[in-house]
């Protein structure tokens, strides 16, 4: 098990490492990735951006923002969770933008959805920006389980960090420890790297994010994931999934939202064009633009027959 500031260090040694299942969307935008404590990060590409924290980008997002608020108000209470991605911008010295927004109405309409939640059980986020779903998640209570590739990972960790304390997270490499650090309550953020996920296997997982970015993975790394959550430890998995209906990557592979191996025999609760994730804005007119194609949020209670 690896804590503090020596996940820093280990991420850093892995940076080059031939990640197993790494989609030319990732091998393209984390080409020239790097990271160093006097530089920062250089070249973060592929997964959204920090907006820096000062009055003209306040006002410009918060004006900008009214819409999409309005749009969910009378659906769910956003009212805590904006709260928490507040502080969270806060300790990140970013504006509260778009993609932090997002994330917000996601939170808010898995709390309105799913009975205990966050409170109850381990939540697992596949794939987060910067770490703010996770901080959500364990600022609302609960205990996360987050996996990333090892660039992505790192941005993770440098971010969380100023959110939650050292102490309270860990990198984990193997299901022992995995099972360790799920018992300990001081613990409410555990990492695995990507090409580690079957390890998920060995636990019980409550609850399921992908939020754009199984879009960016190839179809058998998708599986992979399904099968992952499909015979974990629990009989019942709740799964948020986000992601563009069709894309196609780089290198000409195209990824398809309606055929991920969803099962007939899963309870859907939530199935439509995502509302608050088909527009975003910018400074330039007409200010609200769409995105490249068009995006579908389920929420899904994954039947595993363990009952």
């Keep these: 098990m690896i804590t503090g500031n020596e996940i820093k260090h280990y991420l850093l040694s892995h940076l080059n490492d031939n990640q197993q299942g790494k989609s030319s969307h990732w091998a393209k935008y984390l080409k020239d990735f790097s990271f160093s404590d006097k530089d920062g990060f250089q070249n973060i590409m592929g997964f959204g951006g920090i907006r820096k924290r000062n009055i003209n980008n306040y006002l410009f997002h918060t004006i900008m923002q009214i819409l999409f608020k309005l749009n969910v108000k009378s659906h769910f209470d956003i009212s805590s969770d904006i709260e928490n991605a507040k502080y969270i911008a806060k300790k990140q010295n970013r504006i509260l933008d778009i993609d932090m927004l997002r994330q917000v109405f996601t939170m ?45 990972l790192l941005v993770d960790y440098i971010y969380t960090r100023k959110v939650l304390s050292d102490n309270n997270i860990v990198l984990v490499e193997n299901s022992s420890d995995l099972n360790t650090a799920l018992g300990k309550n001081k613990i409410n953020l555990i990492y695995i790297q990507a090409d580690k996920h079957s390890i998920l296997r060995e636990i019980g997982i409550n609850t399921a994010f992908n939020v754009a970015s199984m879009q960016e993975m190839n179809p058998e790394i998708i599986r992979q994931y399904f099968d992952d959550l499909r015979n974990c430890k629990s009989p019942l998995v709740v799964f948020y999934c986000c992601n563009r209906i069709k894309k196609i990557l780089p290198d000409g592979v195209e990824t398809r939202f309606f055929d991920y191996p969803w099962c007939a025999s899963d309870e859907i609760l939530v199935d439509e064009l995502c509302p608050w994730h088909q527009k975003t804005y910018s400074r330039e007119p007409p200010f609200f633009h769409n995105y490249d194609g068009p995006i579908q949020h389920r929420l899904v209670k994954m039947n595993n027959g363990k009952k």
């Excluded at 939540?123 to 660039?151: A, P, R």
């Design 108 to 152: 808010s309409l898995c709390k309105k959805m799913i009975p205990d939640f966050p409170q109850l059980g381990n939540h697992l986020v596949i794939g987060d920006g910067f770490g703010v779903l996770s901080s959500l998640i364990i600022l609302g209570g609960g205990k996360v389980i987050s996996i990333n590739l090892n660039e992505v």
